[in-house]
């Protein structure tokens, strides 16, 4: 299931370029619209061109970061869920150990101490 997961950063990583872009080309413009309509120093007057453009540059700046959000949120909850549903399947898919016909079953490797070490750490 690594692969789902590499998958998902890998969808991340487009997801983010794709949004930086889109913001970079936003906030150019938008910058350019608000600086058209005003004058340096003073502030725009309400309801002018820049006004407008001011506010829309900030909710358009939002958005893209709100959409940003939204889609790496997509991304990883469906990868999440993918991974719960079939991590699921892959591991009762997996056989038990094998005993190799004794009747006796075998332990983990991780709890039987390796061949010849005896030494506890006295």
């Known amino acids: 299931m690594r692969f789902v997961w590499w998958g998902a950063f890998a969808g991340a990583a487009v997801w983010s370029f ?5 913001y ?3 906030d150019t413009i938008g ?3 608000v600086s058209y309509g005003s004058v340096p120093g003073f502030t725009p007057e309400p309801f002018s061109f ?5 506010g829309a540059h900030s909710l358009g700046i939002g958005a893209i970061m709100l959409g940003w959000l939204f889609g790496l949120a997509v991304i990883f909850g469906v990868t999440a869920i993918l991974h719960r549903i079939f991590g699921r399947r892959a591991a009762a898919a997996l056989p038990g150990r094998a005993s190799w016909g004794s009747s006796i079953p075998s332990a983990h490797p991780a709890t039987t101490p390796p061949p010849g070490n005896t030494w506890r750490g006295r």
């Open 18 to 22: 794709v949004a930086l872009l889109s």
């Open 24 to 26: 970079l080309v936003f």
């Open 31 to 33: 910058t350019g619209m």
């Open 50 to 54: 820049a006004w407008i453009a001011a």
